[in-house]
């Protein structure tokens, strides 16, 4: 049982209990992300799942007799000490799948983490986001093709995100530092194994005006199998996806087909077809898994975003109801019939795209119209 002992060591770092069993629930084999939002979507809290009786646990879905073992066997708590105190030290905060400014975009797919680790200023609920990936070899024009799309986002309220490796990713990272731009750089591992160590130069200025996350524990190292995993979270975070140069396969291409199965904008910019670095590129064009794009002017079209890049400015609630459009007013109608709903249902009902009644709902619960619930679920404020 977790002891006295290590309560008393939270009140210096001001975290709570339930931070303290979410971090152990996590730690806990076989208790991956899916596992972890059913059991607290059925206990209705972290220190909840732990204080239940083994007869409790065993009657939520998907839970056997061994992980219910797991469970109410943990005895790790020093680990969790551990870990709380690196990020004490370090400046990184936990951010778990049932609190509101975890990033809303993420509540929409089944394979999302349930706790994210967090570095910086980054806000991870911005109005309009975009994903830049691509090799991490790449050639001067897409360097410089990158740096010219970044410079025309300056004064856009536009956040970029990429996954700081070598390449295109780090460029689009070093672009955003510039201008100023925000940028979010998604990590395969821990915040003690940031992967390239090369680019640990560039931590302290991703900080200022946006920050770094992973779902990675502080002393996981960024093995081959994390990336894909990594890429993910880059493809659920974005509103639209665009991959710069990328060979036929790696993880450029991999970031685009889950932004294709999420529904996202995914855009490429085309090369020549024998052209190594653009066979990647002209494959998702082909495919037609891919937009076409050649500058900025045509990533705004295909986002269908004002010329300037601008979010909508919040209004007086009794302006926003008047100037909804038709589907967010049936969306709004729906909830007001049918309360509480899940998003698969509001797709079905509304014959809407997943990434358009993403985007509709982030842009209604920033607004303050609605509030997203954990088990994708959302209803009126």
Known sequence: MITKLHFMSLDSISLTEEVFY??????????????????????GSFSGIFKAKPSTLVRIPGMGPELVRRITGFTDWDLIDKEIRYMEGQGIRPLFYNESDFPQRLLHFNDSPFLLFCKGNAGLNTAKTIGMVGTRAPSQAGIKWTNQLIGALKDSHITVVSGFAYGIDITAHKACIREGIPTIGVLAGGFRNIYPSLHLRYVDQMCENGGL?????????????RFPMRNRIIAALSDGLIVVESAEKGGSIITAEYGFNYNKTVMAVPGKPADLLSRGCNALIKAQKAAMIEDYTDMLKEMNWDDDGRPRKKALQIELFRSLSDKEQALINFLIRNGETHIDTLIHQLNMRNSELASMILALTLEGMITQLPGSRITLS
């Open 213 to 225: 996350i992973t779902e990675a524990y502080s002393d996981i190292l960024p093995e081959k199998q």
């Open 22 to 43: 979410g971090l152990a629930l996590g730690l806990i084999p076989g208790i991956g992300h899916i596992h972890a939002k059913t059991l607290l979507s059925y206990s």
